[in-house]
């Protein structure tokens, strides 16, 4: 599915779980043993989806976060995002991977921080800093918010964290969403999960 409209995902994951799945299964005729998919993603014997352009894995599930959905947002199929989600706390999550094309991890940083102020109102920035994130302590830049909107089917207040780190040509973006309610436990699976995910070894060019 190739979306020409960006907009990201977020606060509906956990209502829409069932429908992706199905979807990603049925669009990339998935089995038991594992067959090619077709661009931007392939499928390992072991379920793993891999964006081709980057060499990013993204196994079916990590910890208790259960892959759940993935979108292409461009022809070429180096713009993709891959969603995860926790049922006990629930927590929404998406790994976004991209082209830098240049831009600095600070400004893209900016605009990522934009773009969560225009999707939701009365958005409150909570704190903004750095972070280590992956098993190799990788540097990024990170910012927590809350705002009110609609998650697993009723509208509550929530809380969301923005990470973006880069990579060579590429740029990797991680949200994750949850009911300000679900406090420490699921705070608690958003670092385990941004700390989790392992990128490769070698992260492919990002050829235009």
Known sequence: MILKNRNR??????????????????????????VAAPAPF??????NMVHVASGFSFPNKIGDFQRVMARQ?????????VGYN????????????YLSRGRLLETEFVVRENEIVAQHQGTKLVDRGTALITPKKTSALMANYE?????AGRVQLLRSRLVVAQRGEWDIEYRFTY??????????????????????????KGKE
């Open 42 to 47: 392939a499928v390992s014997l072991d379920g």
């Open 73 to 81: 947002y461009e022809a070429t199929g180096k713009d993709v995002s």
């Open 179 to 204: 009911p300000a309610s679900e406090g420490a436990s699921a705070a608690a699976k958003v670092e385990f999960l941004q700390n989790s995910f392992v990128w490769p070894e070698t992260i492919q």
């Open 147 to 151: 705002y009110t909107d609609t998650f």
């Open 9 to 34: 995902p977020g606060t509906t994951f956990l209502m829409r779980t069932a429908l992706f799945a199905f979807l990603i299964l049925v669009s990339w005729g998935f089995s038991e043993r594992g």
């Open 86 to 97: 926790d049922e006990k706390p629930q927590v929404a999550a998406t790994i976004f991977i």
